[in-house]
């Protein structure tokens, strides 16, 4: 069974960057599509991200759109999301989780897509 666990969260200042790490271990990551998502309190989950089985394709919410950058390396069961510029608003929990349909550039995943998730990570944006 796949189990996900996101890493690489933490505190940094507005106009900074961080890079998160989604792993995989029980099932050949390769295999799913992988999209991330956030949660602040008190606002709706965001799916900010995905990027299908190969890489090949990608697809970002306007909100984060050429600030972050979603990527994967199948051979070391990883999926990564490069955040920079970050603002204050950026500020939540971040998921990655492996996706029940393809990513495509036309939508971002719905939160019925997600068939599993790991335990989140931590993002802060503050001065």
């Known amino acids: 069974q796949l189990q996900l666990v996101e890493s690489g969260g933490g505190l940094v200042q507005p106009g900074g960057s961080l890079k998160l790490s989604c792993a995989a271990s029980?099932?050949?990551?390769?295999?799913?599509?992988i999209g991330w998502f956030r949660q602040a309190p008190g606002k709706e989950r965001e799916s900010v991200s995905c990027?299908?089985?190969?890489?090949?394709?990608?697809n970002y919410a306007q909100s984060v759109r050429g600030r972050f950058t979603i990527s994967r390396d199948n051979a070391e069961n990883t999926v990564y999301l490069q955040m920079n510029n970050l603002k204050p608003e950026d500020t939540a929990v971040y998921y990655c989780?492996?996706?029940?349909?393809?990513?495509?550039?036309?939508?971002?995943?719905?939160?019925?897509?997600?068939?599993?998730w790991g335990p989140g990570a931590q993002v802060t944006v503050t001065s």
């Open positions: 989780g492996a996706m029940l349909y393809p990513c495509n550039a036309i939508m971002m995943p719905t939160p019925d897509v997600f068939g599993s």
């Open positions: 029980g099932a050949t990551l390769g295999a799913y599509p």
């Open positions: 990027i299908n089985t190969s890489g090949g394709l990608t």
